[in-house]
Each structure stands twice: as C-alpha cells, then as structure tokens.
T-cell receptor, first 112, second 113 residues
Framework: SQQGEEDPQALSIQEGENATMNCSYKTSINNLQWYRQNSGRGLVHLILIRSNEREKHSGRLRVTLDTSKKSSSLLITASRAADTASYFCATGAQGGSEKLVFGKGMKLTVNP | NAGVTQTPKFQVLKTGQSMTLQCAQDMNHEYMSWYRQDPGMGLRLIHYSVGAGITDQGEVPNGYNVSRSTTEDFPLRLLSAAPSQTSVYFC????????????FGPGTRLTVL
C-alpha cells in the first residue's frame, strides 16, 4: 500500500515561479526521497533526506522534513519548462527494511 | 556504465502466454527490485533481491516469479499473463544499505490482450 501521498496531485505554473510539492506519510521512516519522471521514462533520483535531518539543498531544490507531522516538502525555485514532469516521494522505513514505498505522484507543468 | 537496462521496451502478449522481462545492471549493486506502474497508482513493488540467490516478495507478487543467479541480472517472469498485468514495468538497483538512492531502468510497456 502507498505510504506517501503527494499534494497537490497536479500543479501548473509559469516559468520562473517556484513550485512547492508536499508529501505526507504514515509510519516512522529512515529516510525520504524525491524522484522525477519525465513522460515515458524511468524515475530519476533527485534528493534524499534522512530522518535526523530537517532541511537539505541541491541546486534549485530544497527539501524539508518534519517527522513530527510526518510530512515533507520539495521546493523547486526559478522553475523551467524542463522541470515539467511527474514527481514522486518515496519512504524508506525504520528497522532495516530494504524496501522503498512510493507515493502516487504529482504532475508539474511549467509553462514557458 | 550503461546503468540499468531493460528489454524489451514494448511487448504485447495474449492471455495465458508466458514471458520474461530482462533487467541487467553494471554497477555491481547488491539490491535489485521490480515495480509496476499503473495510472493513478504510483509504483508498486513486485519482488526484490538483496543479493545473488536471495529474493523476496513485495506488495503485488502474485503472477510473477523472479530469480537472481548473478549480481548483474534480475529477470521477471510472467507465468500466465492476464489483462490485469497490463502495465509499465520498471527495474531498479542500488547499493546495499537501508533504502538509499535507487537507479531505474527505462521501463517495459506490457500489454496483455
């Protein structure tokens, strides 16, 4: 069953604007990851944040994690048309689980 | 490195036929997994392996078999295809360790008539 739930399910913005995506999950985690999927392609890893971290940056990406609220957000700053894709959060459970559990994903459209 | 490769890219089967989806990685990753992606469902784990000779079931294993005889290869077998198995299948790999970054193949789009 899905662990993460992305919100909103779809987002349409103009180039140059910031895009914020949220992910909520249900059980304790070891880490949370964000992936991007371009249409017809496989998933590409964007960023990983561990349960003892609160914020992480990678280029134009900023991810936050609030374990007390069981939620994460992914911010893409100064968006580009090339950022148009589906975005998924995935959680790795505590306790040594080898599995990642993915959310259903959200569709970001960046209009030029 | 080629990364994670999958063959075929597309496949059409008739109900009841069997086939094997191939997955290979050249990164010497211990962990490999198979997911299916259906519209509105995200990715669901079918089977995974933590090393050669070791496999385990994921969330939706029924109708699928796997084996891991080498570190590089992790084929997925459909025993008797059903229309409900129409989906896009992704193979992924990563190094050992708890749930770190996964590398995905390009996917196989399977249609069962």
């Amino acid at each position: 069953s899905q662990q993460g739930e992305e919100d909103p399910q779809a987002l349409s913005i103009q180039e140059g604007e910031n895009a914020t995506m949220n992910c909520s999950y249900k059980t304790s985690i070891n880490n949370l990851q964000w992936y991007r999927q371009n249409s017809g392609r496989g998933l590409v890893h964007l960023i990983l944040i561990r349960s003892n971290e609160r914020e992480k940056h990678s280029g134009r990406l900023r991810v936050t994690l609030d374990t007390s609220k069981k939620s994460s957000s992914l911010l893409i700053t100064a968006s580009r048309a090339a950022d148009t894709a589906s975005y998924f959060c995935a959680t790795g459970a505590q306790g040594g689980s080898e599995k990642l559990v993915f959310g259903k994903g959200m569709k970001l459209t960046v209009n030029p | 490195n080629a990364g994670v490769t999958q063959t075929p890219k597309f496949q059409v089967l008739k109900t009841g036929q069997s086939m094997t989806l191939q997955c290979a990685q050249d990164m010497n990753h211990e962990y490999m997994s198979w997911y299916r992606q259906d519209p509105g469902m995200g990715l669901r784990l079918i089977h995974y392996s933590v090393g050669a000779g070791i496999t385990d079931q994921g969330e939706v294993p029924n109708g699928y078999n796997v084996s891991r005889s080498t570190t590089e290869d992790f084929p997925l077998r459909l025993l008797s295809a059903a229309p409900s198995q129409t989906s896009v299948y992704f193979c992924a790999s990563r190094t050992s360790g708890r749930s770190d970054e996964q590398f995905f193949g390009p996917g196989t789009r399977l249609t069962v008539l």
